[in-house]
Structures are given as C-alpha cells and as structure tokens.
C-alpha cells in the first residue's frame, strides 16, 4: 500500500490550495485533519470504483476531490481557505469498500500515510 500526500503550505485566508495523494492498492479512500489539539475530523473521500465524492459539511462547496485517470492520484482542491481549516492533513485507504455509514470514520481506513501541514494565515 502506497501513501504520500505532498502539496501542504502557507496560504492566507480566502485562498487556495491543492494537496495530492500517491496512492495504490485502495477500494476507499478518505483524507482527514487534525488540528494542534484536536482530534482527527474527516474532510472527503472516495471510492475506487465510483465517482461520487463524500464531504464533511465543514467543506462541502469550497474542496473538491479529483484523481488522475490511472486513479494513483487524488487530489483535493481546497478554495475560500479559513484559518479554521489549518491543520496536518492525511491521506488514508482500505483495501475494502467502506460502507457509506462508516465512511466519516478513521476507524475505517488501516493505512495512513504521513500528512502535510496546511496553514491558513495572514
């Protein structure tokens, strides 16, 4: 299982910002977030097979989940960034299709790869 989530950095508020995922061997796969003194919050995720996207409703209408054609890359276009969006954010998978019920879990997704920081701030 390959994991690498690249792309993090400094941007100010209102701005945008795109983290990617190198990824194999996934049936779902979700990025979260955790903020310094917060648990992890999931942000979206997506199947292998399927198209539709699932968002936390803290960012559904300003980040969208992409991939590449081959599906070894997702993306997650993040736009109208808020301070409140700073955080460590993580690529996870799982070999298996997670129900859509369990979907918003970390519990759901066995692998984890090493996270990039986003910080929003002027």
């Known amino acids: 299982v390959q994991l690498q989530a690249f792309g993090g950095g400094l941007v100010q508020p209102g701005g945008s910002l795109r983290v990617a995922c190198a990824i194999s061997?996934?049936?779902?796969m979700g990025w979260f977030r955790q903020a310094p003194g917060k648990g992890r919050e999931f942000v979206a995720g997506?199947?292998?097979?399927?198209?539709?996207?699932y968002y936390a409703d803290s960012v559904k209408g300003r980040f969208t989940i992409s991939r590449n054609s081959a599906k070894n890359t997702v993306y997650l276009q993040m736009n109208s960034l808020k301070p409140e969006d700073t955080a460590v954010y993580y690529c996870?998978?799982?070999?298996?299709?997670?129900?859509?019920?369990?979907?918003?879990?970390?519990?759901?997704?066995?692998?984890w790869g090493q996270g990039t920081q986003v910080t929003v701030s002027s």
């Open positions: 996870t998978s799982s070999r298996r299709r997670v129900i859509t019920s369990q979907l918003r879990s970390g519990d759901s997704y066995p692998y």
């Open positions: 997506i199947r292998y097979h399927g198209d539709n996207p």
């Open positions: 061997d996934y049936a779902t």
